[in-house]
């Protein structure tokens, strides 16, 4: 009776397999449905006779082809019997692309398009068309461009948030040039932090080089997605491929196709993660937000009266969890939209309102412009535990750089250096108090933990920047 009651469940379980198989996916009417909408986008440039764009002659081009071996990427090169000639157009790159609608919008990704002297775009039914950039974001990796057609088949568009880790999907591209190629999966992860100012969808659909610019398709044949990157050691897939959200890709699109370009919302703040060691020396009761490591003069965070070493914790109501979070609420928001911006300052919680200023696409950081020499005191020992030598500033230097008070650092080693402070900053508070004097600045760090990490604002020709000086013992 024992071994008759033990053996009766192991049935059901040899029946879930065959259950399972049953209920394996079908993605034939999703071919059919989708499919037309997706392009072939093949890039051109103008080169010099007998040169290839890679720069190479076409011999040793045909070398590496025949015996598979990739080829490098080599600057291109005139020799002098072909400075004269004509340039001549030769193939470039292959990508994928789909119908954003029937009169010839075509979205891809911008790294497929740019560079590129000549777009052709090849459709399901072999007809071919040269393309006009409409306009490329390289930030978030869209690009649209225009065919002269019209009643052509475009894709629908899916809810991202609707979309669940585990579902199955689809990709449809040319890898390797082989147009019309599908390939199947499930989502792996979303919200992947590998862009600046998008949130990636993950996926183990095999996508390779020309997959690019291809839509990830939902089961419900609607684009949730652009395949844009690849994790790979070879070149080729490795199982994880990755995708820009729909809805994002769609919003930069708009801006395309409305202006060419796309502006999106800054306030001018260097950022990085609240670790466990900033969040205790703040007085956090957890590492949560984006610590402002600098503060450009003149910006909308300086305007506001944000610091360097403040914590910002929400952005216009929204919670800022992890330092991505941060750029990609303010660039989605509109240039001149006044906003609040919530920090944690020396143990309380403080709210900024912040109008939003344009991003500059070619933005640099202003160069560093040290304080003219002064008498190079002697280091007290306190400071000299931390590595520093400060003087006191002129009336002249806090005129120019427009500081109330601080101190200059004359000399920098050990611990101080490898927190990144350099001969010329202008230390503006320690341990979370401002010093205006070099007794000011012994002072606090005769007081500081020396066990504990210290933390430091400093001034650096246009930015504040926060720092964490770890005293050596």
Known sequence: MTLGIAMVPAQPALAQPAAAARGLPDFTDLVDQVGPAVVNIRTTERVTPGESATGMDEE??????????PIPNIPK???????????????????SGFILSSDGFVMTNAHVVDGADEV?????????????????????????????????????????????????VIAIGSPFGLDNTVTAGIVSAKQRDTGDYLPLIQTDVAVNPGNSGGPLINM??????????????????????????IDEAIRVSDQLRASGRV????????????????????????????????????SPAEKAGIEAGDVITKFDGKAVEKTVDLPRLVGNTKPGTKANVTVF?????????????????????????????????KASAAAEQLGLIVAELTD??????????????????????????????????VANTE???????????????????????????????????????
């Open 220 to 245: 419900r044949g609607e684009v949730v997605g652009i395949n844009s990157q690849i994790y790979s050691r070879s070149g080729g897939f490795m199982g994880i491929s990755f995708a820009i959200p």
């Open 345 to 377: 300052r020396r143990g309380q919680t403080r709210e900024f309102p912040i109008t939003i200023a344009e991003i500059d696409p070619d933005e640099k950081a202003a160069a560093s412009k040290n304080a003219p020499g002064a008498v190079k005191p």
């Open 60 to 69: 040793m081009r045909e070398f590496f082809k025949r015996f598979g071996v």
């Open 120 to 168: 052709i775009v090849t459709l399901t039914d072999k007809r071919e068309f040269k393309a006009k950039i409409i306009g490329a974001d390289k930030r978030s990796d869209v690009a649209v461009v225009k065919i002269d057609a019209t009643g052509l088949p475009a894709v629908k568009m899916g809810d991202v948030n609707r979309l669940k880790v585990g579902e199955w």
């Open 77 to 95: 090169q005139q020799s002098p019997q072909r400075r004269n000639q004509q340039p001549e157009e030769q193939p470039r790159g292959v990508g």
């Open 263 to 298: 502006t999106r919302g800054r306030i001018g703040v260097q950022i990085e993660q609240v670790s466990k060691d900033v969040a205790e020396s703040l007085g956090m009761a957890k590492a949560q937000g984006a610590l402002v490591r600098g503060v450009e003069v003149g």
């Open 396 to 429: 002249a230097q806090r005129k120019e750089l427009k500081l109330k008070g601080g101190v200059r650092v004359t000399e920098v080693t050990e611990a101080a250096a490898r927190a990144g402070l350099r001969e010329g900053d202008v230390i503006l508070s």
């Open 435 to 473: 010093v205006h004097s070099v007794k000011e600045f012994d002072a606090v760090i005769a007081k500081a933990d020396k066990s504990k990490p210290i933390n430091v604002l400093y001034r650096r020709g246009e930015w504040a920047q926060y720092a964490l000086i770890r005293p050596s013992r």
